[in-house]
């Protein structure tokens, strides 16, 4: 397979780049290193693309030549997108539609899209499946959200097989604990690791579906063959809901770190409660889940104590 990972120097980028090669496909990468890293993809046999997801022609110039798309390029974060909108909906929209247009222009044979449970909002229907009603709190959310539409929608006009995969709340190594828009699982972690009170925003009962970021990678490379994919938006996730209280406990035996957390008031746009229902995946992919989650969070912590000791 000829792949172009879109945001392959990101976390979950750069582990699919990785398992992409190992497979023996031939990998290029396009990413605008905004938040990604060069280190993530140092020494790989990548053809690297330096370029914006809001440039046609970078995309353009990306695609060409590929069979399969992985769109993992995107401005993240919930915060982020509340301070500035426009910019997370003109990467994570138009820049879709970039890489829709593109992979006609190509003739491309599939893409196959990162999208969020972020566009599930705050519904009591739980677990999330992936026919109930969408509604999104925040401008990321929104914008993933209408991606999502776009590729679902313009695959068949287009004539791309194009699929969705709603990834929970993914973890693990390679994941940015510096930004200030950090996850939850590398804030905790570095922040146990300098010995601090790790802050809990809301009163930790706030649950959601934690997935290392290995069990993603494998749905991910699974829905670029899978036949039944097309047309489809998938959950991707563990199938387990854990709350934030929990995941500090767990992290504390990992770590073997004891502070009790600081609790501060919830952020706007902030999911209440999140789990997914993985049955689709398990019947369309044949996915399975591998990494369980105290296992990906002793790698996550390892890989983590390690480059805190450099």
Do not use: C
């Amino acid at each position: 397979m000829n792949a172009l990972v879109t945001g392959g120097a990101g976390f979950i980028g750069s582990h699919l780049v990785r398992a992409l090669l190992d497979r023996g496909d031939a990998v290029r990468v396009l990413d605008n290193m905004s938040t990604g890293h060069a280190a993530n993809v140092a020494g790989l046999d990548v053809d690297f693309v330096e370029g914006d997801l809001r440039s046609y022609e970078r995309v353009s110039t990306a695609v060409r030549g590929t069979d399969a798309i992985f769109h993992l390029g995107a401005l993240p974060s919930v915060p982020r997108s509340i301070q500035d909108p426009l910019t997370s909906n003109a990467v994570n929209v138009e820049g879709t539609l970039n890489v829709l247009l593109a992979a006609r222009d190509a003739g491309v044979r599939r893409i196959v899209f990162a999208s969020s449970s972020s566009i599930y909002g705050q519904s009591p229907d739980m677990p999330r499946t992936e026919t109930q009603r969408l509604a999104p709190l925040s401008p990321y959310a929104v914008s993933k959200m209408a991606a999502e539409q776009y590729v679902i929608a313009l695959g068949p006009v287009y004539g791309v097989e194009t699929t969705a995969l709603r990834y929970f709340n993914v973890f693990g190594e390679r994941q940015d604990a510096l930004s200030g828009y950090a996850a939850v699982i590398p804030r905790f972690i570095r922040t146990m690791l300098a010995g601090e009170r790790p802050t809990v925003f809301g009163d930790g009962s706030a649950s959601r579906d934690f997935t290392h970021v290995a069990n993603v990678v494998d749905a991910t490379i699974a829905a670029a063959a899978a036949p039944g994919a097309p047309g489809l938006a998938i959950n991707v996730a563990m199938g387990q809901q854990r709350t934030v209280n929990e995941l500090v406990d767990a992290l504390g035996e990992v770590t073997g770190a004891s502070q009790a957390p600081v609790y501060a008031e919830p952020r706007l746009g902030d999911v209440k409660d999140s789990v997914a229902d993985i049955s689709r995946a398990r019947e369309v992919l044949g996915y399975e889940p591998k990494v369980d989650f105290v296992s990906g969070l002793r790698r996550t912590f390892d890989w983590l104590a390690a480059r805190a000791a450099d």
